[in-house]
C-alpha cells in the first residue's frame, strides 16, 4: 500500500530466507554496540523457549499456562517503592462525565429538545453544522457540563463538544451506512462476539448498593495470615481463569467523582458513595485472543477479555463471601466505580503505556482488566518498574499506527487531564469517533494495543523485549527492539486502517481470521 510507513517485507513461504537474512544483518550491525549486544544474548538465550511457548496451543489464549501457583513473569525483581505513575500535582477524582460512551448517551438531557423531536434533528438547528468547533458551549443548560467542556479545552485544547456533536450528525448516520453494506461480511465476526455478550454480562445480577453482603455466608473465619490469604486468592483467582492476580490497596483518586451511568443502584450523576468496609481491590486480567485481535480495526473484539474477567469476578466474589465477607465486582459487565488501569499499575499488574492502557510483561496491552473490592485482609502489591516508559519515550509505534491522531507524540509524559498523575493524555473523543466509523460489529479499535511491541505470543522477539530490552538502562536495545518490530511486522500510518465508503475492503493489522471469512462458508443474498 501507498501509505505504508515500512514495507514489512517477511514472507510467510517457509523456504524463504527472508525473515532469516534480515535477522541475521541486524545481528552483525548490533554486535559493536553493548546495548545492541544485550539484545543478541537474550535473544539467542530466551529463542528456544520463547519459540516453544510460542508453538504450544495453549498460548492462544494465555490464561491455561497460569493455573499453577505463580505468575508466568516473575515481578519481585522489578517490583518498586512507588508507582511509575507519578504524582506531579494535587489529585482528584475522574470526572463522571469524561467516559466519551456514557457522557453521549445521556447529552440529549443538557439541552432543551421538543418533544417528539429526534436530538440530531434539533442539534442542526442549534448548533453550526458547517463549523462545529465555531458551536458555542452556552447552548448547553447544564453547568456541569459546561465547566467539563471548558476545562478540556483550557487544559488540553480538546474540544470535546465538537466531537460530541460529531458523533451525533456525522458520525453516527455514517455508521448506519458503513455497518449495512458490511452486514454480509461480518457476520461471522458478530455472531462469535454475541456469544461473549450471553456467556458474561447481560445475565449476570445486577450490582445495587447493598449488593456486597448479598450472599455473605453468617459465619465469618478469621484470617491467620492476611499473607497465606493473599496466597490463596491468588491461587484461586488463576483457577477461575485470571493469569495475572494482583492486590492493591484502594485508591480513591481513581474512583469517579459522581456515577457515570444509571448503574449500581445510583442515577447518572448521584454523588458516589464509596463504602469504608472497601480496603482492598483484587485486580484480575483475561488476554483477548491472539488469533482475532490481528483483525482490529474492523473485527477484533474486547467482549472476549470482559466476557471472561466478569465470570472470574463473579465466581471470586462468591468465595469470598462464602467466607463470610463482602465483596463486589468491578469489572465492565458489572459497571465500575473505578477506573481500573492506574489501580492495576498500583498493584504491579505493570505499566501505564503510551496508549494509556496497563501494558503488562506477559501479555502487553493484550489484557481486559477486572476487579473484586472487599474486607477480606489482604497485603497489596507492589507496583513494577519493568521500564515501559523510557521504552514508550521512543517507540511512538502506537501513535504512528492511530489513525483518528488521539494519542500523544510526546516524548515524555506529563499530567493527565489536571487530574495529578503523570502520563500520556488520549483525546478519548476522537478515539472514540473513530470507534463508529469501523465496519465493526461491537465498534471499538484495538489498533494500539495490537501494535505494542509487547504485545505478541512468546516469540523471540516479545522475549527479548520483554526480558533484555527492559534490563539494559541505555535505551539501545529498545531503540533496536522498536526497529525489529516494524521490519518484521510492519507498521502503517492512521490512514491505512480507514473504511471506505462502498469498498467492503478491510485493512487490518496483520490479516482477518478464516473463520471470521463469512463468504467462504455463507452464500451472500442477491
Request: charged residues 25%; hydrophobic residues 35%; proline residues 6%.
Amino acid at each position: 500500500m501507498e501509505n505504508e510507513k515500512v514495507n514489512p517485507s517477511v514472507q510467510t513461504n517457509p523456504e524463504s530466507k527472508g525473515p532469516e537474512l534480515s535477522r541475521r544483518n541486524f545481528l552483525k550491525l548490533s554486535a559493536a554496540s553493548v546495548g545492541a549486544a544485550a539484545v543478541v544474548t537474550g535473544a539467542a538465550a530466551a529463542g528456544v523457549a520463547g519459540y516453544a511457548n510460542a508453538t504450544d496451543r495453549r498460548t492462544a489464549t494465555g490464561w491455561e499456562t497460569e493455573t499453577g501457583d505463580e505468575e508466568y513473569f516473575d515481578r519481585k525483581p522489578f517490583e518498586v517503592s512507588k508507582p511509575t505513575n507519578r504524582v506531579v500535582g494535587p489529585t482528584r477524582n475522574i470526572e463522571y462525565l469524561s467516559p466519551a460512551q456514557y457522557r453521549r448517551n445521556v447529552l440529549s438531557r443538557f439541552f432543551d429538545v421538543p418533544e417528539g423531536m429526534a436530538f440530531a434533528d434539533y442539534l442542526r438547528t442549534v448548533a453550526d453544522v458547517n463549523n462545529l468547533e465555531a458551536t458555542p458551549f452556552s447552548i448547553i443548560n447544564n453547568p456541569d457540563l459546561v465547566k467539563y467542556y471548558q476545562d478540556m479545552l483550557d487544559r488540553e485544547g480538546w474540544n470535546f463538544f465538537a466531537e460530541d456533536l460529531r458523533y451525533f450528525l456525522e458520525v453516527l448516520p455514517r455508521r448506519t451506512r458503513i455497518l449495512a453494506e458490511t452486514e454480509f461480511d461480518l457476520t461471522l465476526a458478530k455472531a462469535y462476539v454475541n456469544g461473549h455478550y450471553y456467556l458474561s454480562g447481560y445475565h449476570l445480577s445486577r450490582i445495587s448498593k447493598e449488593s456486597d453482603f448479598e450472599g455473605v455466608s453468617e459465619t465469618k473465619y478469621d484470617v491467620r495470615d492476611p499473607a497465606e490469604m493473599t496466597r490463596l486468592i491468588k491461587k484461586v483467582g488463576r483457577m477461575y481463569g485470571s493469569p495475572i492476580v494482583r492486590i492493591v490497596e484502594l485508591n480513591n483518586d481513581f474512583a469517579y467523582d459522581r456515577c457515570p451511568q444509571e448503574s449500581r443502584g445510583y442515577t447518572f450523576g448521584e454523588p458516589l458513595n464509596i463504602p469504608s468496609h472497601w480496603k482492598y481491590g483484587i485486580i484480575t486480567t483475561y488476554p483477548l485472543s491472539w488469533e482475532t485481535i490481528v483483525a482490529s480495526p474492523h473485527a477484533g473484539a474486547s467482549q472476549e477479555g470482559y466476557a471472561y474477567v466478569a465470570v472470574t469476578d463473579e465466581k471470586l466474589s462468591t468465595f469470598i463471601k462464602q467466607l463470610g465477607y463482602s465483596a463486589r465486582p468491578n469489572d465492565r459487565q458489572h459497571n465500575y466505580e473505578y477506573v481500573l488501569p492506574p489501580l492495576a499499575v498500583l498493584a504491579g499488574v505493570g505499566e501505564q503505556g503510551r496508549l494509556s492502557s496497563c501494558v503488562t510483561p506477559e501479555f502487553g496491552a493484550h489484557v481486559r482488566l477486572g476487579m473484586v473490592v472487599t474486607d477480606l485482609p489482604l497485603v497489596p502489591d507492589k507496583p513494577i518498574d519493568f521500564g515501559l516508559q523510557k521504552f514508550c519515550q521512543n517507540c511512538k509505534i502506537c501513535a504512528e499506527n492511530c489513525p483518528s491522531g488521539s494519542i500523544s507524540f510526546a516524548d515524555k509524559p506529563r499530567e493527565i487531564n489536571g487530574r495529578g498523575y503523570e502520563g500520556w493524555p488520549i483525546n478519548t473523543a476522537t478515539c472514540s469517533n473513530f470507534w463508529y466509523e469501523t465496519p465493526n460489529p461491537t465498534m471499538g479499535c484495538r489498533i494500539c494495543v495490537t501494535v505494542c511491541p509487547f504485545t505478541k505470543r512468546s516469540n523471540w522477539i516479545h522475549t527479548a523485549a520483554r526480558d533484555v530490552a527492559v534490563r539494559d538502562k541505555t535505551g539501545i536495545s529498545a531503540s533496536m527492539l522498536t526497529w525489529m518490530e516494524r521490519a518484521f511486522y510492519g507498521t502503517h500510518d492512521g490512514e491505512y486502517y480507514k473504511y471506505v465508503d462502498g469498498s467492503r475492503e478491510y485493512n487490518v493489522v496483520k490479516e482477518m481470521p478464516w473463520f471470521f471469512k463469512t463468504g467462504d462458508f455463507f452464500v451472500e443474498p442477491s
